[in-house]
């Protein structure tokens, strides 16, 4: 099937600054080729809560911290403000795409709009992976916390349990629809916020130990990276990618946002940036109130984060801690589930992800429940790795590199799309030559980051890892990529995608229109 044409002068100029609530959204949507089979119900805070709750600076305090002190010291922190200035670039491309096409799964629907179904629908099949997968890290870690809040060392298989029973709770609050499921994240990250800006504040105000010229000193840790600083500093700038994605997630939710063309950019930039201002300052606030910074430099400490907080607050503030950390993770859990799931959604119902007719249906609720179960599946299956240490690292070192792999494949359409002249953007936002810039600079960003997290390093690694632990990022997105192209020409599913069809006129496949109830 031939590339679509250049989008039409309506769908260019789009309809985002239209008629707005209910009705708008659901005609907004239809323009878009689809019917709003989700629950639109979420305010903008509620969006927000999605993209705050995957980001979560708890997750990823925890996600990073220790390593960065490890390979960079003290001064590792001045990562986070590079990345999170990166990222607000990403945030920026990504506002002008879902201002004017507000749909779920946007990697998938965005790239086919801009480049052509086969890109589409690759750029889809790359970020399917690295959430589902993506999702197995966050419950695998998770695990640990529910333990440590009874007392009890696990073992392998009891942590894999763990782990499946947090996956399939996530699914069971996620399939009774998108209230239930905003209802439970907002407690979580109302609690997770509260008690992040409060410890953080405190160990800034009032344990502090060490002077803020602590934050000029490596410890000696670039010795890892063979004695080179910028070396230490470009691994850094890899680990502390993690902290700050998942704000897309706000846009897996665009269906079931009112008012999505303007309030879903919005959301992701609330979430980006307030995650990104706690995560500094609690990066900060450990680093200045913990006890031995040499003793965490040299890795003998595998949760520095904690015992800065239980030295200074006191014994009885562990189990308080412990539980507030457990239900961060959890609702990044739960938000990333859903996100999973909406976007398995928006593949299947064009007819183009295997076992279509089972993975685009939608329960009594409105949730998902097809894309559901399947996320839930592939993310459970592949808890099994976590019998196996070696393999379960391995996994979560793919899901970090391939979390950065849709960004650049969309920060490119969108930079291509516009030197072509077939894209324009037409939604509520609309930066014209500072819109191009900016993507010049997001595309160069995310390919730098892409490559350097999925440069192979032994640092990252366990000592004596194998070798394919420490080229787990590479071969992990060469496998996903690679499986991808073989059922793009063996299945050819781009051939079921119709170009995009002007602003008015829905867009639909035959297979889509025929799974259509009458």
């Given at each position: 099937?031939?590339?679509?044409?250049?989008?039409?002068?309506?769908?260019?100029?789009?309809?985002?600054?239209?008629?707005?609530?209910?009705?708008?959204?659901?005609?907004?949507?239809?323009?878009?080729?689809?019917?709003?089979?989700?629950?639109?119900?979420?305010?903008?805070?509620?969006?927000?809560?999605?993209?705050?709750?995957?980001?979560?600076?708890?997750?990823?305090?925890?996600?990073?911290?220790?390593?960065?002190?490890?390979?960079?010291?003290?001064?590792?922190?001045?990562?986070?403000?590079?990345?999170?200035?990166?990222?607000?670039?990403?945030?920026?491309?990504?506002?002008?795409?879902?201002?004017?096409?507000?749909?779920?799964?946007?990697?998938?629907?965005?790239?086919?709009?801009?480049?052509?179904?086969?890109?589409?629908?690759?750029?889809?099949?790359?970020?399917?992976f690295a959430v589902m997968f993506g999702n197995t890290t966050v419950a695998y870690l998770a695990s640990p916390w529910v333990f440590a809040l009874i007392g009890v060392t696990p073992s392998p298989g009891a942590m894999v349990a763990v782990s499946m029973a947090i996956v399939l709770l996530c699914a069971l609050v996620n399939a009774y629809g998108i209230g239930f499921l905003k209802w439970f994240v907002s407690a979580g990250i109302a609690g997770e916020a509260i008690a992040s800006v409060l410890v953080g504040l405190s160990l800034l105000l009032f344990f502090r130990k060490h002077p803020f010229s602590l934050f000029t000193h490596t410890f000696g840790a670039e010795a890892l990276s063979g004695g080179s600083v910028p070396l230490a500093f470009l691994t850094v700038l890899a680990v502390a990618g993690w902290a700050?994605?998942?704000?897309?997630?706000?846009?897996?939710?665009?269906?079931?946002?009112?008012?999505?063309?303007?309030?879903?950019?919005?959301?992701?930039?609330?979430?980006?940036?307030?995650?990104?201002?706690?995560?500094?300052?609690?990066?900060?606030?450990?680093?200045?109130?913990?006890?031995?910074?040499?003793?965490?430099?040299?890795?003998?400490?595998?949760?520095?984060?904690?015992?800065?907080?239980?030295?200074?607050?006191?014994?009885?503030?562990?189990?308080?801690?412990?539980?507030?950390?457990?239900?961060?993770?959890?609702?990044?859990?739960?938000?990333?589930?859903?996100?999973?799931?909406?976007?398995?959604?928006?593949?299947?119902?064009?007819?183009?992800?295997?076992?279509?007719?089972?993975?685009?249906?939608?329960?009594?609720?409105?949730?998902?429940?097809?894309?559901?179960?399947?996320?839930?599946?592939?993310?459970?299956?592949?808890?099994?790795?976590?019998?196996?240490?070696?393999?379960?690292?391995?996994?979560?070192?793919?899901?970090?590199?391939?979390?950065?792999?849709?960004?650049?494949?969309?920060?490119?359409?969108?930079?291509?799309?516009?030197?072509?002249?077939?894209?324009?953007?037409?939604?509520?936002?609309?930066?014209?030559?500072?819109?191009?810039?900016?993507?010049?600079?997001?595309?160069?960003?995310?390919?730098?980051?892409?490559?350097?997290?999925?440069?192979?390093?032994?640092?990252?690694?366990?000592?004596?890892?194998?070798?394919?632990?420490?080229?787990?990022?590479?071969?992990?997105?060469?496998?996903?990529?690679?499986?991808?192209?073989?059922?793009?020409?063996?299945?050819?599913?781009?051939?079921?995608?119709?170009?995009?069809?002007?602003?008015?006129?829905?867009?639909?496949?035959?297979?889509?229109?025929?799974?259509?109830?009458?």
């Amino acid at each position: 099937m031939p590339l679509p044409p250049p989008p039409s002068p309506a769908d260019a100029v789009g309809r985002s600054d239209g008629p707005h609530g209910p009705d708008g959204d659901a005609v907004r949507l239809a323009s878009l080729g689809y019917t709003q089979e989700l629950r639109r119900s979420l305010n903008v805070l509620g969006n927000i809560s999605m993209g705050f709750a995957v980001v979560s600076p708890v997750v990823a305090l925890y996600a990073v911290s220790m390593i960065g002190t490890m390979i960079a010291g003290p001064a590792w922190v001045w990562a986070l403000p590079v990345v999170l200035a990166g990222q607000c670039l990403v945030v920026n491309v990504y506002s002008e795409l879902t201002s004017q096409w507000p749909l779920a799964g946007g990697p998938y629907q965005w790239g086919r709009r801009l480049i052509g179904p086969s890109f589409g629908w690759l750029s889809g099949w790359v970020w399917q992976f690295a959430v589902m997968f993506g999702n197995t890290t966050v419950a695998y870690l998770a695990s640990p916390w529910v333990f440590a809040l009874i007392g009890v060392t696990p073992s392998p298989g009891a942590m894999v349990a763990v782990s499946m029973a947090i996956v399939l709770l996530c699914a069971l609050v996620n399939a009774y629809g998108i209230g239930f499921l905003k209802w439970f994240v907002s407690a979580g990250i109302a609690g997770e916020a509260i008690a992040s800006v409060l410890v953080g504040l405190s160990l800034l105000l009032f344990f502090r130990k060490h002077p803020f010229s602590l934050f000029t000193h490596t410890f000696g840790a670039e010795a890892l990276s063979g004695g080179s600083v910028p070396l230490a500093f470009l691994t850094v700038l890899a680990v502390a990618g993690w902290a700050f994605i998942g704000f897309d997630a706000c846009v897996s939710t665009a269906e079931e946002t009112k008012d999505a063309g303007r309030q879903v950019p919005r959301a992701m930039w609330w979430a980006l940036l307030s995650v990104g201002a706690v995560v500094i300052l609690n990066a900060v606030a450990v680093a200045v109130s913990y006890p031995d910074t040499a003793t965490a430099v040299a890795g003998k400490d595998i949760d520095p984060v904690t015992t800065a907080v239980v030295t200074s607050f006191g014994s009885w503030s562990d189990k308080p801690f412990v539980l507030v950390v457990l239900v961060s993770f959890l609702a990044c859990a739960m938000a990333s589930q859903g996100g999973a799931a909406r976007g398995l959604y928006s593949l299947a119902r064009d007819d183009v992800f295997p076992f279509s007719r089972q993975v685009r249906k939608v329960n009594g609720r409105q949730a998902p429940i097809g894309g559901l179960i399947a996320s839930t599946l592939v993310s459970g299956g592949a808890l099994l790795l976590g019998m196996n240490a070696t393999a379960i690292g391995s996994l979560i070192a793919f899901g970090t590199a391939a979390t950065f792999v849709p960004f650049f494949l969309v920060a490119a359409a969108a930079l291509v799309a516009r030197l072509r002249g077939t894209w324009v953007p037409g939604g509520h936002i609309r930066q014209g030559r500072k819109g191009t810039v900016l993507n010049v600079i997001a595309v160069a960003w995310t390919g730098f980051e892409v490559t350097n997290v999925c440069w192979p390093r032994a640092v990252l690694a366990p000592p004596g890892a194998p070798w394919y632990q420490i080229w787990a990022a590479p071969l992990g997105v060469a496998v996903v990529l690679g499986a991808g192209a073989a059922y793009l020409m063996a299945r050819r599913p781009q051939e079921k995608i119709r170009a995009a069809a002007p602003e008015g006129a829905p867009e639909r496949t035959a297979a889509a229109a025929a799974s259509q109830p009458e």
